[in-house]
T-cell receptor
Framework: AQKVTQAQTEISVVEKEDVTLDCVYE???????LFWYKQPPSGELVFLIR??????QNEISGRYSWNFQKSTSSFNFTITASQVVDSAVYFC??????????????FGTGTQLKVEL | EPEVTQTPSHQVTQMGQEVILRCVPI?????FYWYRQILGQKVEFLVS????????KSEIFDDQFSVERPDGSNFTLKIRSTKLEDSAMYFC????????????FGPGTRLLVL
């Protein structure tokens, strides 16, 4: 069965600090996709990134970067120079293909990030 | 940019009542989903819907739940007889194809069962 573990329940940092959110996954699929979503206090789920299992290049988007390591089954997310607006719950998710088509996401339990002034 | 919309944003109901949560997926998307998030917990898959039928459902999605795409634009989740433990945020998501695409989520409906 698919599983996503986000061991960090809550992280507090001071603005401008860098912060890394950990994600470890388990899957028997040879091809899979990993995702990060942000859930701000307003509650919606905002898509941040999708990464497939055969592309291990790290990705950077502005202050966000992602480190995918297949050897350790990890897909960690770093925010550089954090800002108060980054305060949110961040979910890592693993995609599982469904036999009937489509796919479903298995989410981790989320990491609550608090960025303080 | 197209987005998934959901109505209502909040719903309060009495235990035992029926509720219908509505979603308008992105127009050229083919796969539709409902997820649930009990307060403070992770997001859980409920059901996926493709080609006018359920393609998979979780064990949470029991006989009290049903989904429908009545008119080619709306996608609804009905809970026939709500229980206290149905209180949660319900997210609709849609996806263009089944292979490589991303699921895009609506803003959610917060359901409170009293």
């Amino acid at each position: 069965a698919q599983k996503v573990t986000q061991a960090q329940t809550e992280i507090s940092v001071v603005e401008k600090e860098d912060v890394t959110l950990d994600c470890v996954y388990e899957t028997r699929d040879t091809t899979y996709y990993l995702f990060w979503y942000k859930q701000p206090p307003s509650g919606e789920l905002v898509f941040l990134i999708r990464r497939n299992s055969f592309d291990e290049q790290n990705e950077i988007s502005g202050r966000y970067s992602w480190n995918f390591q297949k050897s350790t089954s990890s897909f960690n997310f770093t925010i550089t120079a954090s800002q108060v607006v980054d305060s949110a719950v961040y979910f890592c998710a693993l995609r599982e293909l469904l036999t009937g088509g489509g796919n479903k996401l298995t989410f981790g339990t989320g990491t609550q990030l608090k960025v303080e002034l | 940019e197209p987005e998934v919309t959901q109505t209502p944003s909040h719903q309060v109901t009495q235990m035992g009542q029926e509720v219908i949560l509505r979603c308008v997926p992105i127009s050229n998307h083919l796969y539709f989903y409902w997820y649930r998030q009990i307060l403070g917990q992770k997001v859980e898959f409920l059901v996926s819907f493709y080609n006018n039928e359920i393609s998979e459902k979780s064990e949470i999605f029991d006989d009290q739940f049903s989904v429908e795409r009545p008119d080619g634009s709306n996608f609804t989740l009905k809970i026939r007889s709500t229980k206290l433990e149905d209180s949660a945020m319900y997210f609709c998501a849609s996806q263009m194809t089944g292979l490589r695409e991303t699921q895009y989520f609506g803003p959610g409906t917060r359901l409170l069962v009293l």
